[in-house]
């Protein structure tokens, strides 16, 4: 019988199906791993913007995530919108009890269009319970100046603010430079030490962005299913990522999705 590498993800639904556990498990699809979700939050958004968001019980949360690992298991999981500090807790403690190694943290704490998603306790409570807990914390340029406490101008303050974050006791931090500008995307890996490793790619020109860091998150954590390195399942992960927005779909009035299943194209399929 098959095994398919098992990966979770923890995070919110977002109906129009760009972003949130519905990105994340079309991405684990993709790239040839078996998915599951336990859901924080019921947000009501499309391709324009975040209109609403409710939160479930932090309990329910715990017992989604208790409920699929102790029958299925896990090789790997991710977090992406968590809401609040109570859920953050939740969370964290199920990773504990349940001994979940592999994890990665997309800290996302406002969407692209400027909702909260994220309270204060929640930041906290992430910095303080959940990163000291996970393999690889994965911020935006906005949500890497939130958990350091500084402001980022330049190339330099990045790697501060990387050897910051790192504070928290996380295994690893991946600044994504999506949100500045050039004619060049710049994201930073940071393990600790001395060494920075910078991965460069060419900026495409679309608007068409919809979900990007929901994305990439779930693809560094498939290839972590798949027993990768770190280093290895992010640079696969980044790659997966810039197919994925040269292929990006026309659709919705605002930042269309992503195309997820980019890579059928090498098998004929009409994507
Ligand atoms: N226009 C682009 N061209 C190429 N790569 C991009 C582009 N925009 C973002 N990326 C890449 O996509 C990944 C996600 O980065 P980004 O900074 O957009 O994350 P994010 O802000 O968390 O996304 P989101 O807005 O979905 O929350 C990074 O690897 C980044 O380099
Ligand atoms: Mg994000």
Redesign the pocket.
């Known amino acids: 019988m098959a095994q398919l590498p098992r990966a979770l993800t923890v995070a919110g639904s977002d109906p129009s199906g760009g ?1 949130g556990v519905q990105a994340d498990l079309k991405t684990f699809t993709a790239l040839g791993v078996y998915g599951m979700s336990a859901i924080t939050s019921i947000t009501v958004q499309n391709t324009e913007g975040v209109l609403k968001t409710f939160h479930l019980p932090a309990d329910l949360v715990h017992e989604q995530i208790r409920a699929v690992v102790e029958d299925i298991g896990v090789d790997s999981a991710k977090t992406g919108m968590l809401g609040n500090g109570d859920i953050v807790s939740a969370v964290a403690r199920a990773v504990q009890e349940l001994g979940i190694e592999n994890l990665v943290v ?1 800290p ?1 704490v406002k ?2 269009s400027g909702a909260d998603l994220l309270d204060k306790h929640g930041v906290e409570a992430l910095k303080r319970e959940l990163l000291p807990l996970a393999r690889l914390v ?1 911020p ?2 906005p ?1 890497a100046e939130v958990l350091c406490g500084m402001k980022i101008s330049k190339l330099r303050d990045v790697e501060l603010c990387a050897r910051e974050i790192m504070e928290t006791g996380v295994g690893a931090v991946l600044i ?4 500045l500008e050039g004619g060049k ?1 710049i ?1 930073l890996l940071y393990e600790g030490g001395d060494e920075f490793h910078y991965i460069v ?6 608007k068409n ?6 994305t ?1 998150s779930a693809a560094i954590t498939a290839f972590m299913a798949k027993g990768l390195e770190l280093k290895e399942a992010v640079e696969r992960a ?1 790659d997966y ?2 197919g994925a ?1 040269e292929n990006s779909l026309n659709l919705g009035r605002g930042k269309g999705p992503l195309n997820h299943m980019w890579r059928l194209k090498e098998c004929g399929e009409s994507f």
């Open positions: 972003a997309d996302i969407s692209s994965t935006n340029v949500e994504k430079g999506g949100h995307v994201d790619r060419d900026r495409v020109r679309t962005t919809h979900g990007t860091g929901c990439l980044r990522i810039q927005i």
